[in-house]
RNA sequence: GCAUCUAUAGCUCAGUAGGAUAGAGCGCUCCCCUCCUAAGGGAGAGGUCACAGGUUCGAUUCCUGUUAGGUGCACCA
C-alpha cells in the first residue's frame, strides 16, 4: 500500500534544504474537513526566520497537487493535504482482499523473543492475579509473531520451595483422606491449609517440611516422585485453563528446573569480584547504579536466592533461545527485583545484546473493594469461578435474545471468556483495576462482546451474498463518503497499529482499535442500508463490510478472543 | 524515610512520543426496529486535564516542586 505519510513527507523535503524528519512531524489532523494529514510549519519559523503561515503559503505554490494528493491549503501555521479518497479506498480494499493475512510483516524476521509469563505456582489454584499476565503474555505472543519474530513462550512455573516440602508432608500424613485424583488443586490446597496450620503450632513440623525440601532437592526418591506427581496433576487443570484462554507455550521449565543452575551464577560473580559478604550472606551492592537495595544472591544459609534463580534462567535462556528480546510479564509489585536483577546481569559477562534485550513488561493489580487478594485470607477469586459465571451470564443473554441459535453453549463461551479478555486488555496496562463483577461481565458498550456482536453483523450480510464479484469490478468512487472513509482509513492504519502493540508492549492500543474500528461500522451501518438494488453501490458496501470482517477477527484473534459466527 | 508508579466528565478510562475546538463507554434525559441481528445507532447534559512554577511560537503531554493515593525496600517467591 502507498504510504501517503511518506508521500507527503518527501514532496515536502523536495522544497526545503534545511528540513529534517519532516516525515515526524506530518500529522493527522483534528477534523476533517482540515484534510488528511498536515504539517505544522511553526518549527521551521526559526530555523527560517520567517512566520509559519508565510512558510506554509511558499511551500504550498510551490507543491503541485496530483493523483494522489488533490488539495493542499493552509490554515493558519499549518499545511493541509487531502489525499485522494478513491486511491486510498482502493488500495486498502485491494490489499485486504487480496492478502489473507492483512496486517502481517516481515519487521521481526530473524529475530528472537522470548516471553516470560503467567507462571502459576504448583499446587495452587488460577486466580485472577494470574489472569492479566497470562492474557497479555499470550497477546503479546500473537502479535509478535505476527511479525514475523520467532516467538517462544516460556511458562517458568512456580514448583520450587519449602512449600513443596509441605505439600510433601502434608501429603504423607493426611494424602488418603482426600480424593486429589478428582480435584487436584482444590485438595491439595486443602492439604496445604492444613499443614500450615499445623506447622504454626508444632514447630517440629515445619522442620520435617523443611528436611522434605532438602530430600527433594537432593533426589530423594519417594519425595521426587510425589512432587512429579503434584505438578502433573497442576499442569493437567492449568491445561484446561490455557485452552479456554489461549496461553501459548513452548516450555514449561520451572524454578525447579532452574535452580541447580544457580550456582554458576554465584562462581561468575564470585570470580568477577562483584560479590560482597553482608551480614552472612552474599550480596551485589548497586548503589553506584542508583538501586539503594542490594540483591540478594546467596541467602547466609547458603542457599539460592529468587534474584539468583532469574539470573541463571538469564544465562540459560540466552544459550537455549539466544533471545533478541526477554519479556517478563508480572505485575508492578516485582520492579524493583526486576530492576536489581537486570542490573546483576551485566555482571555475568553476557553479551550486550542479551542485557539489553531484557525487558520487565509489569501490569498493574486486579483488587477488591477492601483491597488487595489474599491466599491466605481466602478472599482471592477463582479464575475459574469467573469464567463460568461470564459464560453463564452470556448464556441467559442468548436465551432471551436469539433463543433458536445453534450451539448456544459454544457461543456462549466466545462471548463470555471474549468478554472477560476484552476487559483485561482494554485499559493502559499499569492502571489497577477494582474488581467488580458488575463491570468486568458487562456485555454492553466498549466490550468484548460489542465486538463480537459487530463482527457477526458483517457475517450475516456476507452470508447473505451468494457470490462476491470480482475486485476490479468495484467503484471505488462510491467509498468516498464520510462514513466509509472513517472505516477506510482505519483499516489502513491497521498495520501500523501492530506496529505502536509491540514497541510499548501495550495490547490495550489494539482493543481500543478493535472499539473504534467496530463503532465506525455500526454508524455506517446504521446510516446505510448494505444489500440495496443498485449492484454497484452494493458490491462496495458489501467489500467495506468484507474489510470490516476480516480485520475485526484478526485483530480479535490476536488478543486471543475466539469470534462465534452468530451469536 | 528512600525508591517508583499514578492523578483527565459523577464512575471507568482514551488522548496518536509538544500542536488546531480535550474524546469514548457506563450512568442520567430524550429519539430511532413494516428495513441485512437494538449485545446496535443518534441527540443532550456533564471539564480549573490534582496544584504551583519553569522550558517555547505553542504544554493535558516535557522539567522541577507540592499534595493525594498505589506499590516496593535483605535472606518469601
Redesign the pocket.
Known sequence: MIDFKKYIAEKISENIESAQNIN??I?????D???DY?F?C??L??VLKKA?QIIANELKENLKTDNIITKIDV????L?FYINKEILAEEVIKEIYNNEKYGFSKKGEGKNIIIDYSHP?IAKPFHIGHLRSTVIGQALYNIYEYQGYNVKGLNYL?D????FGKMIEGYKRWGSEYDIEEKPIEKLTEIYVRINNLCKEDEKVLDECRNNFKKLEDGDEYCVELWKKFRDLSLKEFQKIYDILGGRFDSWEG?AFIAPKAREVIEILEKNGALVK????K?VDLESK?????C?I????G?T???S?DLAAILYRARTYDFDKALYIT???????F?QVFEVAKLLGLDEKYTNGLEHVSF??I?LPT??MSTREGNTIKLEELLEESIQR?ET??ET??PD?ENKKE??KK?GIG?IIFNDL?????????FNWE?IL??????G??I???Y??T???L??IEQLPDVSKIDFSLMTDKYSQDIIKLIYNFE?ILE?VT?KN?P??LS?YL?DL??AY??F????????DDENIKNS?VYLTLAVNKVLKIGANLLGIQM????
Open positions: 515526524k512531524y500529522e493527522v489532523p483534528p477534523n474537513d482540515m484534510g498536515a505544522p511553526f518549527q519559523a526559526k509559519p490554515q493558519g501555521g499549518y493541509n505456582n512456580g520450587y520451595g519449602t512449600q524454578e553482608s551480614e552472612g550472606a550480596i542508583g538501586i539503594n537495595t542490594p540478594i546467596e541467602k547466609s544459609n542457599s536466592t529468587y534474584a534463580r505485575s508492578y509489585e516485582q520492579n524493583l527485583h530492576k498493574g493489580m483488587l483491597g488487595k452470556a443473554i442468548i435474545k436469539n441459535l457461543v456462549a462471548v468478554a482494554s485499559n493502559n496496562r499499569v492502571k489497577d483495576e477494582i463491570s458487562n456485555f454492553q458498550g466498549e466490550t462482546p460489542y463480537q456482536y459487530t457477526v453483523r457475517n450475516s450480510i452470508e447473505k501500523n505502536q514497541d501495550e490495550s492500543i481500543r472499539i467496530s463503532k455500526s454508524t451501518y446504521n446510516e446505510n442500508k448494505i444489500i440495496v458496501r462465534p459466527d452468530k451469536m
